[in-house]
């Protein structure tokens, strides 16, 4: 009977401390919107323009990582397709090397980043 007494007891007292602790996170979530809320218009207006801008940073670095992963993944393709080839014993010609070793103009660049900014955001 003393043991059923002292689990029923233990058992209690960890549901009374998690009841506790969501209280505390209520508290805290209701006294942050009151803050926002009875702030001035300009200072929510800036609040808001914060999190809009932090919300859009945290867009970028996800489409950061996305094209990363998908570019490392293009890498490893065109070295597979290039080890097959080699394997099969067809190799480019200098001509070929050279047009595509050649450096890519400045406007030529820029193009290519504005059209993946655009696919991007599409």
Not at 7 to 35: C, D, G, I, P, Y
Not at 44 to 60: G, I, T, V
Not at 91 to 107: C, F, I, K, N, T
Not at 113 to 120: G, L
């Amino acid at each position: 009977e003393r043991d059923a007494w002292q689990r029923e007891r233990n058992m209690l007292h960890s549901a009374l401390k998690q009841a506790e602790s969501e209280l505390a996170k209520a508290t805290a979530e209701v006294e942050n919107k009151r803050v926002v809320e009875t702030t001035s218009p300009k200072l929510q207006r800036l609040y808001r323009k914060y999190l809009r801008a932090e919300s859009f940073r945290k867009a970028l670095v996800y489409q950061k990582k996305y094209l990363l992963l998908l570019l490392g993944g293009f890498q490893d393709c065109e070295q597979a397709t290039l080890s097959l080839i080699a394997r099969m014993g067809i190799y480019p010609s200098p001509a070929d090397l050279q047009l595509s070793g050649s450096p890519a103009r400045p406007l030529t660049k820029f193009r290519c980043t504005v059209r993946a900014i655009i696919a991007v955001s599409r």
